[in-house]
């Protein structure tokens, strides 16, 4: 092949009989006929004939990929495979139509557990190849699409790096109530709910870890062994509120979620039947979840905010309303209407947004900040925060929603660097006996002293934020 291209650009001769024959696969066979040709004028081009090599690895790739498509001998192993390349190649086979994709990557890749496999569509690493010659694929964005017989997947290789299980840590936890099916804290500040990327150990299941084995006096359950060792995968299957769908692993127990910066009211299961119960309690709507929260402005009192949240197109860690194709401008026409319609008909769910709902009311508002009550219907990612900024009332010290100027006054003035955001409140019937249970816990002490200049009179008016 590499000797064909040479001839093409007259860097080699071949006699006027001269014949090259080439095997492509066990099902392709081709022969080309040279023909002879004077001699380059130029000097050996070293650079020319390497660029050529490039071009026909990839017309050879391409050939190979045609030719497994194109083969009937049903298997579904790797089309292309190099510890040098960064991505594998698959053929579905008649057996996999129309197969979710998650669960094929799975198939292909047994040691993957599911939710990894589906983590790897919704982070982009994923995409299909229908065409004749398999070379135009398409990025798959949702992991319940399904693929044909005869697609190629193309899988990039994506290292890794958790831990095989989770480390029990004696971390300081303020426990609201614990029996043996359930444990409710308040989660402090800086502490993440479950293990991530960037935050492997020093969360809240690191610390439950070290709590339920050691420490408990209604035992560790049935996702902690007694020498504090928690299986990586425990919980999984299970929808985490909060994520949105987002891939979690490495959380045990956990029904619901706090971002990192925020305090208040988490709980979490110790056996399966109560992860179950609860899980479908959170997903029924049937918990009502109110947090109070400091703003930079006033909201306003009786607010509804019925707003859908979406993944940033942009910024992929960040979250926004949706824009609304039917929104009116000041002279009640449809702003660009038809063609933002057309444009959001195009983009994947994460970015289309799901519905988010939030009841806001003023508590006391001293001419600058506010101290805010919020109770929400749903539980999507960043929903307050969101929705708040989106009022232009954004979170005092949120660095990511929030504005810059009042962030640097708040860090500077009183040290915090976090979103002054607290879940107060959690009423939820106790997974196993029916009970109504509500749960109260007090603001974190940063959070306590800014409402206290706000709102002098807070501690009679609502002695649950503050104790």
Known sequence: VVLQAFAAKGAICFTPTAKLARNVGSSTSRTSQLFAKPPPKNSFDLEAIEAFEKQLEKEEASLNIQDSVDSDDGGGGPISSS???????????????????????NQFEPELSRSHCGSLVKDGKVSTSNSSDGTKFTVMKRKAQKVSAGDVLRVEHVADDRPEEIIAQDLPLEILFEDEYMIIINKAAGMVVHPAAGNWDGTVVNALAHYLSKKSPFGSGEFVQQDGSVAAEQGEGVDVEGTDGETVFLRPGIVHRLDKGTTGVLVVAKTRAALAALSEAFAARNVKKTYAAITVGNPGNRVVIDKPIGRHPVHRQRMRVV???????????????????????????SQLGRRALSFVD???????????QVRI????????????????????????YGLADWNKKLSKTHGVQRPLLHAARLEIDHPMTGEHMVITAPMAPDMIKTADAIWPQGRDERPDLFE
């Open 377 to 400: 219907e749903t539980g999507r990612t960043h929903q307050i925060r969101v929705h708040l900024q989106d009022r232009h009332t954004p979170i005092y010290g949120d660095d990511v």
């Open 362 to 372: 003023s508590l006391a508002f001293d001419g600058k900040l506010s101290v805010v």
């Open 83 to 105: 510890p040098d390349e960064d991505f594998k190649l698959y053929q579905i086979t008649h057996d996999m139509d129309n197969m979710r994709i998650d669960l094929a990557i």
């Open 323 to 349: 824009p609304d194709p039917s929104a009116r401008n000041s002279a009640n026409r449809v702003v660009r209407g038809q063609m933002m319609a057309d444009a959001m008909a195009s983009k994947p769910p």
